[in-house]
């Protein structure tokens, strides 16, 4: 039997994983970061709250037990070294950890922690080989389709987040009208959808293109998109969503797609 860590942080990722691992009988202990905001159902399982200065030590611990694979899942804020507050173990990789916290991006953070890890003796598991029914493969999940001009503005969104991918920036993007309305930053989807709303304008609706990076870290940070999405996405009259086929979890896509056709958006997947 498989005896697996989840590493959990804030969203509802985590509790879509732990009723896969039950459903699948595998022997599973959450690690619930204290400085995220994780969902409570979380704790009615196995658990311990660990602060990002000691998970090294915890892992080590339940390695000892039998715990060998780690899966990681749900957001985790960006942490400042002053709020490490790193213990013994931790402290041996402060040096190589704060040469990648001062480089910046997500990807650069995710491929050291995953390495530490691995040396360790602990291996990461690719959240998509776990969970695959979380993913959607590629073209319409929508009754709605787009016209060839909002398939302009996904092409031209999805080029321009190829682009940035290499300076490790957001991995969504809001297209309207052949302009560029916005391009997420720190704040995640959510908040660039609110943070542009007052910028919409009349005629074809804002479309939200969320991608994965190239030589993204597969392992951790896929993007994400859940019911909250949508019914942003409905408040501010977006007119459909295009997310990267077969990289981008859906939390809940029964719920996703039911919610999509009853607002008349579409969803595809891009190859």
Same mark, same amino acid.
């Given at each position: 039997?498989?005896?697996?860590?989840?590493?959990?942080?804030?969203?509802?990722?985590?509790?879509?994983?732990?009723?896969?691992?039950?459903?699948?009988?595998?022997?599973?202990?959450?690690?619930?970061?204290?400085?995220?905001?994780?969902?409570?159902?979380?704790?009615?399982?196995?658990?311990?709250?660990?602060? @990002?200065?000691? +998970?090294?030590?915890? *892992?080590?611990? =339940? $390695?000892?037990?039998?715990?060998?694979?780690? %899966? /990681?899942?749900? !957001?985790?804020?960006?942490?400042? @070294?002053?709020? +490490?507050?790193?213990? *013994?173990?931790? =402290? $041996?990789?402060?040096?190589?950890?704060?040469? %990648? /916290?001062?480089? !910046?991006?997500?990807?650069?953070? @995710?491929?050291?922690?995953?390495?530490? *890890?691995?040396?360790?003796?602990?291996?990461?598991?690719?959240?998509?080989?776990?969970?695959?029914?979380?993913?959607?493969?590629?073209?319409?999940?929508?009754?709605?389709?787009?016209?060839?001009?909002?398939?302009?503005?996904?092409?031209?969104?999805?080029?321009?987040?190829?682009?940035?991918?290499?300076?490790?920036?957001?991995?969504?993007?809001?297209?309207?009208?052949?302009?560029?309305?916005?391009?997420?930053?720190?704040?995640?989807?959510?908040?660039?959808?609110?943070?542009?709303?007052?910028?919409?304008?009349?005629?074809?609706?804002?479309?939200?293109?969320?991608?994965?990076?190239?030589?993204?870290?597969?392992?951790?940070?896929?993007?994400?998109?859940?019911?909250?999405?949508?019914?942003?996405?409905?408040?501010?009259?977006?007119?459909?969503?295009?997310?990267?086929?077969?990289?981008?979890?859906?939390?809940?896509?029964?719920?996703?797609?039911?919610?999509?056709?009853?607002?008349?958006?579409?969803?595809?997947?891009?190859?």
């Amino acid at each position: 039997m498989q005896k697996i860590i989840i590493i959990a942080g804030n969203g509802l990722l985590p509790i879509n994983i732990i009723n896969s691992f039950i459903s699948q009988k595998f022997d599973f202990f959450t690690l619930i970061i204290s400085e995220s905001g994780w969902d409570k159902k979380i704790q009615s399982y196995d658990h311990k709250f660990v602060k @990002l200065g000691s +998970i090294l030590t915890e *892992l080590i611990k =339940l $390695k000892k037990c039998g715990f060998d694979k780690v %899966v /990681l899942a749900g !957001g985790i804020k960006r942490p400042s @070294l002053r709020n +490490i507050k790193p213990d *013994l173990n931790t =402290l $041996k990789i402060i040096p190589k950890f704060t040469k %990648v /916290l001062f480089k !910046g991006g997500d990807n650069l953070l @995710l491929k050291f922690v995953i390495e530490e *890890l691995e040396k360790n003796g602990i291996e990461v598991l690719n959240i998509k080989r776990i969970v695959p029914q979380l993913f959607l493969s590629d073209g319409f999940f929508s009754k709605k389709k787009f016209t060839s001009s909002v398939e302009i503005d996904i092409q031209k969104g999805k080029e321009i987040l190829d682009n940035l991918s290499k300076y490790d920036v957001g991995q969504s993007i809001i297209m309207q009208q052949g302009d560029v309305v916005g391009i997420e930053a720190l704040e995640g989807t959510d908040e660039l959808i609110n943070r542009c709303s007052s910028l919409f304008k009349d005629g074809n609706k804002p479309t939200l293109i969320k991608l994965m990076k190239k030589n993204q870290e597969v392992k951790a940070d896929l993007p994400t998109i859940g019911p909250n999405t949508i019914k942003l996405c409905k408040k501010y009259s977006i007119g459909g969503i295009a997310y990267s086929a077969d990289n981008t979890l859906f939390i809940d896509s029964k719920k996703v797609i039911k919610d999509i056709n009853n607002n008349k958006m579409f969803l595809y997947g891009l190859k």
